[in-house]
C-alpha cells in the first residue's frame, strides 16, 4: 500500500507533527511493501525542508514550492494535495490533526470522494488489518475504525502521540505540478496577528503546564510560566481562567480550546471538568495539584498532590531549576 503524507510547515519549518505523520506512514508503507510520499507545500526557499521528510521516512516529495502557498489556502492547499494524490497509487493520506490539519484534511477528502477518520489517538494492525482508535463523546470513550479493503482513505493523527519517523533516506524530490490558479482561491490571508510572540503554543509544547480557577486571579499565572519555562514547556489554561479573562484564550486547553497530548501535563488548580479533560487526557503522564482530594482531575492523573498551589509550585519550580542547573 503506498501512502502519501502531508507534511505542515510554517514560515519554512517543518511542524512536529509532520515528522510524526510520517512515521506512522512509514510503519504502515513497511507492513504492506508500499512507498510513502510527502506532499511540502509553501512559498520560495521551502525546498529545503525535503531533506528532512526523507530522513524521517519519505521514500518521494512532491514538491509545490510557488507563492500561491504561501500563507496557506484551504483552497490552494485542497486542489494540491488532491492532484498530488491523483498523481500515484495511493491507498491512504495521512494528515496531522493540527489547526491547518483539521481544515485540509475533511476538503481533501471531500475532493477525492474517499473517507476521512479523524483525529486518530492510536494505529492498531497492519496491512488489510489495521484499524483506527479515536475518542468520541469528549474523550470518555473511543472507537474503533476499520477501512473497507480496497477503499482509500484518508487519516489524521493527533501531535504528541506517536514518534517522529527516523530514517537513513535520501528521498526523491519531484516537482509537482499542482495546476492551482490564483482565481482558485477564494478567500485570501491579508495579514497574521501573533498575540504574545515568542511563547511556546501548547498545541506543539512536548510539555505543558496549566492553570484553572483554583490560580485565583491573572497576577498570579506568571507562576505557571515561571514553571513551564523552568521545564521548557507552554503555560496551559482551563476554560474557567479564560472565561473570568484572567489569560489569552490561545492557551486554552480543552474541547473548546485545544487538545493536546504531550509527555507531561500538569494541571494546577484544574478541577477537571469533561470539557477540559477532553483536550489533555491522552497526556502521557499528568500531574493534579488541587486542594480538593475529590476534584475529578485525580481520576485520570497519573500523580495527584493534594495542597495549596501557591506553596507547592514554587518549590516544584525551584526543584527543576536546581536538577536542570546541576
Known sequence: MNILAFAEQRSGSLKKASLEVLGVARRLAD???????????????VS????????????????????????????????AVAKAFQSGEF??????????????????SAKLDIGLVSD?????????????????????????????????????????????GES?????VIPLDHGVASTDIRALVERLATAEGGLLDVAEADIIVSGGRGMKGPENFPMIQELAEAFGGAMGASRAAVDAGWIDHAHQVGQTGKVVSPSLYIACGISGAIQHL??????????????????????????????DLFEIVPKLTAAVKELESS
Open 31 to 45: 507492513a504492506s511493501s508500499g512507498s510513502v510520499a510527502a506532499v511540502l507545500l509553501g512559498g520560495p526557499g
Open 48 to 79: 529545503g525542508s525535503a531533506e528532512a521528510l526523507g530522513q524521517s521516512g519519505a521514500d518521494r516529495v512532491f514538491l509545490g514550492e510557488d507563492a500561491l502557498f504561501e500563507p496557506y489556502s484551504g483552497d490552494a492547499y485542497m486542489l
Open 91 to 108: 491507498g491512504v493520506v495521512l494528515f496531522p490533526a493540527t489547526a491547518m490539519g483539521k481544515d485540509l484534511a475533511p476538503r481533501v
Open 120 to 164: 486518530v489517538t492510536e494505529v492498531l494492525g497492519e496491512g488489510d488489518g489495521v484499524r483506527f482508535k479515536r475518542p468520541i463523546y469528549a474523550g470518555k470513550a473511543y472507537s474503533t475504525l476499520a477501512p473497507k479493503p480496497g477503499k482509500a482513505y484518508a487519516v489524521s493523527l493527533r501531535p504528541n502521540v506517536f514518534p517522529a
Open 168 to 172: 537513513a533516506r535520501s528521498a526523491e
Open 278 to 307: 477532553a483536550g489533555m487526557s491522552t497526556s502521557k503522564v499528568i500531574v493534579a495539584v488541587n486542594k480538593d482530594p475529590e476534584a475529578p482531575i485525580f481520576k485520570v492523573a497519573s500523580y495527584g498532590i493534594v495542597g
